[in-house]
């Protein structure tokens, strides 16, 4: 019981790091953008900060991934307090919401390839480290990717929700918008009642990881081999 209390520690310690940057990173990206292009309001608010007690929110940073590990779903992920953004503040709020929601996914993909160009320095540290380190960046990659390309799902208040409601046509992006106030509930929905109604039914109803699953691993794959850790 020890060793497996102390294997399960050593797990949580090569995660922790990557989880906490990865979303505090991509939390700051928003912020930082909108303040650029004329949004001063995350700045304000202290959201502009590489603080990560700034950005986490207790059900999305700390609930939702300790329940989708215990339910053994393909991927766990969760999400930091959104970023405060005054959309009308912006030069062009329409084209610029585009900016300011690609800046966290944007910002993880950038942290994946960094962990992967860290990995060949790995070499360089004594074993016990780099095996330590190695994981930490091998998770870090995991992480980055996996939270980049959920929030990028077409779902408001996702971020590729809001990508969408900038790019779509107003009789589209409309209908979309109006979606906002209830995407966190759908999503949740998707995440947890629809599987577990799947395997009443007998069949696979896991949606989120239909639409994770590959483009996950072909990112991934894509970084690995871009960073010549193939």
Partial sequence: MNEQWLATA???STCILPAILAITLHEAAHGLVAYRLG????RQLGRVTLNPLRHIDPFGTIVLPGLLLLL??????GYAKPV????Q???NPRRDMIWVAAAGPATNILMAVAAGLLAHLVVYLPAAAGQWSLLNLENAIMINVVLAIFNMIPLPPLDGGRVAVGLLPDVLAAPLARLEPFG??????LLFILPMVGDQLGQNLDVVGWLLTRPVGVTIDFIIRMTGNA
């Fill in 10 to 12: 050593y797990t949580i």
């Fill in 184 to 189: 966190m509930a759908i999503l949740l929905g």
């Fill in 89 to 91: 503040a912006l030069g």
């Fill in 84 to 87: 405060p953004v005054n959309f």
């Fill in 39 to 42: 949004d001063p309001t995350a």
């Fill in 72 to 77: 053994r779903v393909p991927f766990v992920f």
